[in-house]
Structure formats: structure tokens, C-alpha cells
């Protein structure tokens, strides 16, 4: 074997290793790699109920639920399969709205429900003007009826 | 033949030296003219988000400056190891050019990122995100392949150890890429990567694509002026290099 053809396989050899102890090292973390667990994982038992973490999903529609004079909100995250009421006292950000993608920090209680200490707006990949938005609202409208 | 003689003449400094210095000038020009023809377009022409209003148009510089970050490690890896493996002089000044205009890139991306996410998503970070915690290990990839390179006073030496990192370090572009599918991020999916459906407007996506190619060959031209600087430092000592500046200065 030449010194360079040496050069070439121990490179070789060194990155595909580091490339397999990384997949093995992110496969045993996976849970702790995910940044939020689904309404449906949660259903499934694969969230760690124990400890506080993340719940994420879409606001569901029309369930936001303000108490008068206080920071107090309540409403219902869900993923369109299950659904947990989230309830919440602090500020907003200014993307979170029904319909729109949430990630609550917090812990599950007995009885279900999730009290959040963190709220975190989640963006979708979706960019378009107004007057787009304005149009497929319609035209979902319309499909509905 | 003709790829091996291509090959011999990126090998030789006085070559590559004069190349970019033809090329540089117009690569200057392009990213001028295209990086302007964008900001005018994303701050302009483009209109504002239905839910963001006027705050995503920082997308027209995070989105080129994360992908140039990408690619800018891509470049420095593929050049170490073909510095490595080939003992090829010109390839390591490559990866030593592009290390810190790739680390400016990709800070440029995660600071850009954070302004944006403190209105929107309601944080400025977030280390439990696979997107930003694996972006952030770009960034110490490229400050430690530039250090240990640095730590040693032998410049072969530093090129060969620090070629191993930059190669190794390569494991780490996937995993940023394909976070967003593999695990649930607070950071939203790839709004251009399908090209045949992507999740934008036209008006929105065309500035967008021109800041792309504008901050691609912004980085070119900076590779090459990098490169050219770089050769000079190597080759003090060669006598093409003493004309060179002799003539120049006469």
C-alpha cells in the first residue's frame, strides 16, 4: 500500500467511525434529542410524566380561554388525533394565536391536563402576503361547507 | 490526461495566484450587483408576511448566511482532505481561507436567528433545539480547526492535524440539515429545499434566491482574495513571488 493510499483509508476509516458513533450516540439520546413530545405520544405513554417537558402541537380552534384581569389562559393543544387542555399564566408571543403551532414547558397533572410555565410559539415553514393567506382561508371555507 | 494536467496546475501557486486574481474583480462585481438587486427586493418589492408582518424579512439574510455556512465547511473539508491525502499545498491554503469566512457566516446565522426568535417563537435560544445546538457546534468546529491550526508553530504540521479535525467535523452537516425531519425542533422544516413545492411566494422567493446566489459569490470572491493572500504567505520565499512584487513596486 502506497503512503498515500494509506492517507486515503485511515481518513476514511476515522470519519466513518466518528459518523457511526455519532448515529449510535443520537439514537440512544433520542428522547432527550426531541424538542417537544405530540398529544398522541403523550396518549401513548412515551413522554416522560415524571419530569417536566414540552408540549407541542396547534392551538386547537376556538378554545382559547382568557380569565378576565389576569395573565391566566386556558386552552387545548392538540395534533388533530388526541387533545390536552393547557393552562397558563404569563406572556405571549406574538405568534401565538388558535390554529397556530405551540410549545408549552411544563408538567402533566393527574387529571390530564398540562400546566405550562413557558409558551413558545412554533412557526411553520409557510411564508405568503396577506392577501394569499386572505385567499386559501376562502377557498378552505368554501371546501368546508 | 487532461484532468491529471488540470490537476498538476491547481498545484502550482504562481498559477492558482494569477487565476483568482483574473476571476476576482468579476466575482466582486456579480456579488455586488446581485446583493443589491436582493436587499432592494426582500425590503421592498417583496411584500409582508401574513403572520409576521414585516419581521421575516431577516429570512433574506439568515437563510444565505446558514446556507453559506454549510457550504463554506463543505469547501474547507473537501480541500483538508485533499491536502491531506495528496500533500497538496494549495488545498490546505483553501481550507485555511475558508475556516474564518464560514465561522462569520455561521455566527452571522445564529445571531440573526436569535433576533428573529425572540419576537416570534418568544425565546432567543433554546439549548434543548437539535437545529440550534447543532448549528452552534458548527461554529466550534470552525474556531477549533483555525486553534489547533494556530497551535502549532510547524505550518505542515498544523495543516495535516487540523485537516483530520476539518475532515472528521463533516459528520456534523447532515445532522444540521436533516434536524428538522428527524427529531421535533422549535426551528420550522426547510421552506426551499423542494424547489418543485416550496412553502413560499414568488415575490418572496425570488429576492430570497438572489440574496442566495449574491452571498455565494460574495463568498467566492472572499475565498479568493483569501487564497491569493494565503499563497503569498506560503511562497514569501519563492522567486516568482519576489518578481512579483519587485515589478510591482518598480
Given at each position: ?46 413522554a ?8 407541542g402541537?396547534?392551538?386547537?380552534d ?35 394565536g ?11 397533572n ?13 412557526h ?6 396577506p ?12 371546501g368546508?361547507? | ?31 455586488v450587483?446581485?446583493i ?14 401574513y ?48 475556516a ?9 446565522a ?79 422544516g ?34 479568493l ?26
Amino acid at each position: 500500500m502506497t503512503p498515500r493510499r494509506q492517507r486515503m483509508v485511515l481518513i476514511g476509516l476515522v470519519v466513518a467511525g466518528v459518523a457511526v458513533s455519532a448515529a449510535l450516540a443520537l439514537q440512544a439520546f433520542r428522547e432527550n434529542v426531541l424538542f417537544f413530545f405530540s398529544p398522541t405520544e403523550i396518549a401513548a405513554g412515551n413522554a416522560p410524566v415524571e419530569r417536566g417537558f414540552r408540549l407541542g402541537g396547534m392551538v386547537a380552534d376556538g378554545s382559547v380561554a382568557r380569565t378576565e384581569g389576569s395573565l391566566t389562559i386556558d386552552f387545548v393543544v392538540t395534533d388533530y388525533a388526541h387533545s390536552i387542555p393547557v393552562s397558563y399564566t404569563g406572556v405571549l408571543p406574538d405568534l401565538f394565536g388558535e390554529g397556530q403551532g405551540v410549545v408549552a414547558r411544563g408538567q402533566l397533572n393527574e387529571d390530564g391536563s398540562f400546566t405550562a410555565e413557558e409558551i413558545l410559539a412554533k412557526h411553520d415553514e409557510n411564508y405568503m402576503p396577506p392577501e394569499v393567506a386572505e385567499a386559501l382561508e376562502r377557498g378552505r371555507a368554501a371546501g368546508t361547507q | 490526461m487532461g484532468l491529471k494536467r488540470t490537476f498538476h496546475l491547481l498545484g502550482s501557486p504562481p498559477t492558482v495566484y494569477r487565476l483568482a486574481g483574473l476571476l476576482g474583480p468579476w466575482v466582486g462585481i456579480g456579488a455586488v450587483i446581485l446583493i443589491a438587486a436582493g436587499t432592494y427586493g426582500g425590503l421592498v418589492l417583496a411584500p409582508p408576511d401574513y403572520l409576521q408582518g414585516d419581521g421575516f424579512r431577516i429570512i433574506y439574510v439568515h437563510v444565505p448566511s446558514a446556507y453559506i455556512g454549510l457550504m463554506a465547511y463543505v469547501l474547507m473539508a473537501v480541500a483538508a482532505a485533499v491536502g491531506f491525502i495528496w500533500h497538496m499545498k494549495i488545498a490546505h491554503a483553501v481550507a485555511v481561507s475558508a475556516a474564518p469566512v464560514g465561522a462569520s457566516f455561521t455566527f452571522l446565522a445564529l445571531v440573526t436567528g436569535a433576533v428573529w426568535g425572540k419576537p416570534m417563537w418568544g425565546t432567543y435560544w433554546q439549548w434543548a433545539d437539535a437545529r440550534l445546538v447543532s448549528e452552534l457546534v458548527l461554529l466550534f468546529l470552525y474556531l477549533g480547526v483555525m486553534l489547533l491550526r494556530a497551535s502549532f508553530d510547524d505550518r505542515d504540521k498544523g495543516d495535516r492535524v487540523s485537516a483530520v479535525l476539518a475532515v472528521v467535523g463533516v459528520v456534523n452537516v447532515p445532522i444540521i440539515h436533516y434536524s428538522v425531519e428527524w427529531w421535533s425542533t422549535l426551528h420550522q422544516g426547510p421552506t426551499i429545499a423542494q424547489l418543485d413545492t416550496p412553502s413560499i411566494t414568488m415575490d418572496m422567493l425570488v429576492p430570497l434566491l438572489t440574496m442566495i446566489a449574491g452571498f455565494t459569490l460574495c463568498f467566492a470572491w472572499l475565498i479568493l482574495k483569501r487564497v491569493q493572500a494565503e499563497i503569498l504567505d506560503r511562497e514569501s520565499r519563492a522567486r516568482w513571488v519576489e518578481q512579483l512584487v519587485t515589478g510591482a513596486s518598480a
